[in-house]
């Protein structure tokens, strides 16, 4: 079945960085285009960034543009988020999915900046 594992989260000083990894199984990661979720307690998950499925279209929310990275390594099943200056307002869970269609939510990865 359809899983994600998502990892690399973690407590960041203001400025910081991380890098989120997602492991997907169950279907042909390869040919889709994928994307980076986040969700506050309470409120409806938004999108961050997605990647094409070859990696040459991508988006990125207005408010991590310029400080986010979205990457993807069809070979391993694993779709990338670089977060770089990281500052309060990120913290969040953060959960990977397809970008139509999302099914099967994983475990999703907090990420908290605090100083």
């Known amino acids: 079945q359809v899983q994600f594992v998502e990892s690399g989260g973690g407590l960041v000083q203001p400025g910081g960085s991380l890098r989120l990894s997602c492991a997907a199984s169950?279907?042909?990661?390869?040919?889709?285009?994928m994307a980076w979720y986040r969700q506050a307690p309470g409120k409806e998950r938004e999108l961050v960034a997605s990647i094409s499925s070859g990696g040459g279209t991508i988006f990125y929310a207005d408010r991590v543009q310029g400080r986010f990275t979205i990457s993807r390594d069809n070979a391993k099943s694993t779709l990338y988020l670089q977060m770089n200056s990281l500052n309060g307002e990120v913290t969040d869970v953060y959960y990977c999915n397809k970008l139509v269609a999302p099914t099967t939510w994983g475990q999703g990865t907090q990420v908290t900046v605090s100083s």
């Open positions: 169950g279907f042909p990661f390869s040919t889709y285009t």
